[in-house]
C-alpha cells in the first residue's frame, strides 16, 4: 500500500460540469403531468423550468430530461431506474430513498439537494459537480464517476464498494462509515475530506496511491496495526 502523506496531487481536475440550459425555459407545474400533457406520456423532457412539485413515489423509470433546470422539488420514493440526464441543474431537491439503479447523468450539477438512502447502484455520473449535499447511507455500488466533484457534501455510511473513479476531486466531503471495498482511490486528494472508520480490504489495497494528510495517514497506519508516537 502507497499512502503519499501531505504530497503534492497531480492528478487531473475534473471537467467542468457547464450543463448548457438555455436561457428562456417552459415552466412546468409538475413532472408527471407535464409528461402526459406535453410529451403525450413519452418520458422525453427538455427545456423546462420545474419548481415546487412534490411527486414522492412516483415511478419515472427510463425518464430523458435535457437543458433543464429543476428547482425546491420532493421526488423522495421515486423510481428513476435507467433515466437519462444531461444538461441539468438541480437545486434544493430531496431525492431521499429514490431508484437511480442504471442512471446516466451527464454535465449535471446539484446545489443543495438530499440523497439520503438514494440507489445509485451501476450508476454513471460523468461531468457531475455535486455541493452542499448529502449522499449519507446512498449506494453508489458500482457506479461510474469520471469528471465528478464534491464539496462540503456528506458522504457519511455511503456505500462506494467497487466502483470505478477517474478525475474524480473531493472537497470537505465528509467519508464516516463509508465503504470504498474495492474501490481504487489511486490518484485521490483526501486531505480536504473528513475519514473515519472508512471500510476497506483487509489489505487496504483501495487507499494505495491516494493522498492523505499526516493525521490521516497515522489513523490508517494504526489501523494496521502500527504504533504511531506524538
Same mark, same amino acid.
Given at each position: 500500500m ?9 492528478a ?8 448548457? =440550459? ?6 412546468a407545474d409538475? /413532472?408527471a403531468?407535464?409528461i402526459?400533457?406535453?410529451c ?5 423532457v %427538455? ?5 415546487g412539485?412534490?411527486?414522492s $413515489?412516483?415511478d419515472?423509470?427510463? /425518464?430523458?430530461m435535457?437543458e433543464?433546470r429543476?428547482?425546491?422539488?420532493r421526488?423522495?420514493g421515486?423510481?428513476?431506474s435507467r433515466?437519462l ?8 431537491c430531496?431525492?431521499s ?8 447523468f451527464?454535465?449535471?450539477t ?7 438512502g438514494a440507489n445509485?447502484?451501476e ?14 447511507y446512498?449506494? #453508489?455500488?458500482? %457506479?461510474?464517476?469520471?469528471?465528478f466533484?464534491?464539496?462540503? +457534501?456528506?458522504?457519511?455510511? %455511503?456505500? =462506494?464498494?467497487e466502483?470505478?473513479l477517474k478525475r ?8 464516516a462509515?463509508?465503504s ?6 489511486a $490518484? ?5 475530506c473528513?475519514?473515519?472508520? =472508512?471500510? #476497506?480490504?483487509?489489505a487496504?489495497?483501495?487507499?494505495s $496511491?491516494? +493522498? ?8 490508517i ?6 504504533v504511531?508516537?506524538?
Open positions: 502507497s499512502v503519499n502523506p501531505a504530497a503534492p496531487h497531480a487531473r481536475r475534473p471537467a467542468s460540469a457547464s450543463p448548457a =440550459i438555455p436561457g428562456e425555459l417552459a415552466c409538475g /413532472l403531468a407535464w402526459e400533457r406535453e403525450c406520456g413519452d418520458p422525453v %427538455a427545456h423546462v423550468l420545474l419548481e412539485d412534490d411527486a $413515489g412516483t419515472f423509470s427510463l /425518464l430523458e435535457a433543464s429543476v428547482r425546491d422539488c421526488f423522495a421515486c423510481d428513476f433515466a440526464f444531461s444538461d441539468v441543474a438541480f437545486s434544493g430531496d431525492f430513498n429514490a431508484d437511480f439503479s442504471e442512471a446516466n451527464t454535465r449535471c446539484f446545489s443543495s439537494c438530499k440523497f439520503t445509485l447502484f450508476a454513471v455520473l460523468r461531468r457531475v459537480e455535486a455541493g452542499d449535499s448529502t449522499f449519507a446512498a449506494s #453508489l455500488a458500482k %457506479a461510474r464517476l469520471e469528471d466533484a464534491a464539496r462540503a +457534501t456528506d458522504c457519511s455510511h %455511503a456505500d =462506494i464498494a466502483a470505478r474524480v476531486a473531493f472537497d470537505d466531503v465528509r467519508f462509515g463509508t470504498f471495498f474495492r474501490t481504487s482511490l $490518484g485521490v486528494d483526501l486531505t480536504a473528513q475519514l473515519a472508520d =472508512i471500510v #476497506l480490504s483487509d487496504m489495497g483501495e487507499l $496511491g491516494c +493522498t492523505m494528510d499526516l493525521y490521516q495517514a497515522a489513523g497506519a494504526r489501523r494496521l496495526g502500527v504511531v508516537k506524538d
